[in-house]
């Protein structure tokens, strides 16, 4: 039945149930000021400032009050604005937990002063660098007979495009112990792959406590993912990018709030538990001059080819470690037994290399020694990912562009031409472009540079080489490191956007479960009595053992210009006996199968065997409600209830 709004003479607003808080204010404030003194004089003079206050405050903790309702936490933006303050403190605590712990495990296998970085140690003991990889490989093996059972962790990006952001905090500590396991001992790999997995893990598990909407859950999820890459870069701008372009896949305005707050949120508490210093700090600011933007074009270019070999690199490490006549349980044993031999050599390849970024920016490399810790980066980290060490290539892209960044630098010496800018600009410029096209997330990188040097100058340079290496990896490759994983398991997702919605959308959940079946021996005549004209469109014919058998036509069947004989069997005018859909299959099937078959009704059969029909879907029906949920979750994105307005 349809509901009309109250005219405007009726005082509908003053007795609904949502005003009486403002009411009962009002009549406590008129008491307070009547029952001493009588009526109140000259009213309008005297507290009108304050009457309005109390009117303004009533309104404030209505809102305040409903956000924290169940109700409203599955239907107010503040409520998730409010929600992710909390994510962004148990992030940001987690974080500071994590690294604290990593550096005191680096302490203890390679026996640094705990707080310095493996990757800058002047000296390593020979006999820890060789042992600390194996050993490390030896727990690694141990975990994963420990957990050979378990399925498969699904992280933020995956959860958030196929599962509407729902993650299993068990296995994603699992899986973070194994990533501190494997950074502990020295494995070329960053920890930034534990911190996202832990922080989305937790706002997964909390949003989900709370019964959150799926796409308020996408959203918090987002929260923790921005929350640890803030708090593990001290860079809020650049954790927030980071959840939008990653994890939620969109950037907007429903989404800003919470995200920017957990962000922030986290960062500061990070700074207050642990006091991390900055990814790295310049001595003194990059000169930048005119020319030197179209260097960084081609910087960026040179640094989108690099990245793509380095994807690749990882992929055949795998596929080697696989070919090899071991046990697979061994291959993280094999895989330190060969780093600890580089580690020896080149200490820069162990860890996230942080330490190493350092030393490059305030010392330099050279042409030679940056192109060996280049290469030896590059086969490290391959290396270790392809033998079951866990981690990801945040860090380790940002010390192999700051590598690439310093080689061309150092060329540009040599030339007789003062064509290369300054060596720090340059570092940049590779460091961000060669991340922006391993992670996938370019104004992220920009942010992050941003954050870190202050000087926008310098981002602009930066963001010049991520616009050249993002569009060359996006044409010629078309994947980042996390979705070429994907791609890898056979999960054919490009990023956070939701399309795990269409996959819950399935032709058993549409269908309608009375279906007209006939017998296909039934005679036409017996057809007619059955469904009389204009009762039916289609009837679907039965075999003697109860098997779809063909969509039976009723418009031939009551054709009065080609009337057919009464005894004839409609099992004669039953045709696509092969035309059926399944109850697992998605809306976007079912939608296809309309359209290749030329049909605008079809039979759900139980399976294809038995092929005992259970149900039928339209066409219209289902372009109707796949169309009304398209606008429903482009509403959800930008935050608007009714999208078009009821038009």
């Not at 140690?121 to 060789?130: D, M, R, V, W, Y």
């Not at 954790?239 to 990653?246: I, P, Q, S, T, V």
């Amino acid at each position: 039945m349809d509901t009309f709004p109250p005219s405007p003479q009726t005082p509908a607003a003053s007795s609904g149930p949502e005003s009486a808080p403002e009411a009962e204010a009002e009549g406590t404030a008129a008491a307070a000021m009547g029952s001493t003194h009588g009526p109140q004089q000259g009213g309008p003079q005297q507290g009108g400032p304050r009457r309005r206050a109390s009117r303004r405050l009533p309104v404030v903790w209505r809102a305040l009050t409903h956000a924290l309702t169940p109700k409203g936490l599955r239907s107010s933006e503040l409520s998730l604005a409010l929600l992710s303050v909390p994510v962004g403190i148990g992030v940001g605590l987690a974080v500071a937990g994590l690294h604290a712990l990593v550096l005191a495990l680096h302490s203890l296998a390679f026996k640094v002063p705990f707080g310095d970085h493996i990757s800058s140690a002047l000296f390593i003991p020979s006999s820890l660098a060789l042992a600390a990889p194996v050993v490390g490989g030896a727990l690694l093996a141990g975990l994963g007979l420990l957990f050979r059972r378990a399925r498969d962790t699904v992280d933020p990006i995956e959860a958030n495009a196929l599962y509407g952001g729902r993650m299993s905090l068990r296995d994603s500590l699992r899986l973070t112990l194994s990533i501190v396991v494997s950074h502990g001992a020295g494995g070329s790999v960053g920890m930034e792959a534990a911190f996202t997995q832990t922080g989305a893990g937790m706002a997964s598990n909390f949003g989900r406590r709370l019964n959150l909407r799926r796409n308020d859950l996408r959203t918090l999820v987002g929260c923790g993912a921005a929350a640890a890459i803030s708090a593990a870069f001290t860079a809020p701008l650049a954790g927030a990018f980071y959840a939008f372009e990653l994890v939620i896949g969109t950037y907007t305005m429903a989404t800003l709030a919470p995200v920017c707050v957990a962000a922030v949120v986290a960062n500061q508490v990070a700074q207050m538990a642990l006091n991390r210093p900055a990814l790295f700090i310049l001595a003194e600011p990059p000169v930048i001059r005119g020319g030197d933007f179209a260097t960084f074009l081609l910087v960026g270019l040179a640094a989108g080819a690099l990245a793509i070999l380095t994807m690749q690199a990882v992929t055949h490490a795998e596929r080697l470690f696989r070919q090899l006549p071991i046990p697979r349980a061994l291959h993280p044993v094999l895989g330190g037994l060969l780093l600890g031999p580089m580690a020896l050599v080149l200490p820069g390849v162990l860890g996230g290399g942080q330490g190493a970024l350092q030393y490059g920016f305030d010392h330099g490399y050279g042409l030679g020694l940056a192109f060996v810790m280049l290469v030896a980066k590059v086969v490290a980290s391959a290396l270790c990912l392809g033998a079951g060490f866990r981690g990801g290539l945040f860090s380790a892209s940002l010390l192999l562009g700051s590598l690439f960044g310093s080689m061309v630098s150092d060329i540009g010496t040599l030339l007789p031409w003062d064509l290369v800018a300054q060596r720090s600009a340059v570092m940049l410029v590779g460091m961000g472009s060669f991340a922006a096209a391993v992670v996938g997330a370019p104004v992220t990188m920009v942010l992050l540079v941003l954050e870190l040097t202050g000087d926008l100058r310098a981002s602009a340079g930066v963001l010049m080489g991520v616009i050249a290496s993002t569009l060359l990896v996006r044409e010629t490759f078309g994947y980042s490191f996390a979705t070429w994983r994907f791609h890898q398991r056979g999960v054919q997702i490009r990023g956070g956007h939701d399309i795990g919605w269409v996959k819950d959308m399935t032709v058993g959940r549409l269908m309608r479960g009375d279906p007209k079946t006939v017998p296909a021996d039934i005679t036409l005549g017996a057809l007619r009595g059955h469904y009389p004209p204009g009762s039916a469109k289609t009837v679907f014919a039965l075999d003697p053992n109860g098997a779809f058998a063909g969509r039976v036509d009723m418009n031939a069947v009551h054709d009065p210009q080609h009337e057919l004989p009464a005894d004839q069997r409609a099992a004669e005018l039953a045709r696509d006996r092969e035309h059926f859909l399944l109850p697992d299959q998605s809306v976007r099937m079912a939608l296809q199968r309309f359209a290749d078959w030329d049909a605008d009704s079809l039979p759900v059969v139980e399976g294809v065997s038995s092929r005992r029909v259970v149900g039928y879907l339209t066409e219209a029906y289902a372009l109707r409600r796949y169309s009304q949920e398209l606008e429903r979750r482009r509403g959800d994105e930008l935050g608007v209830r009714d999208l078009f307005g009821g038009v």
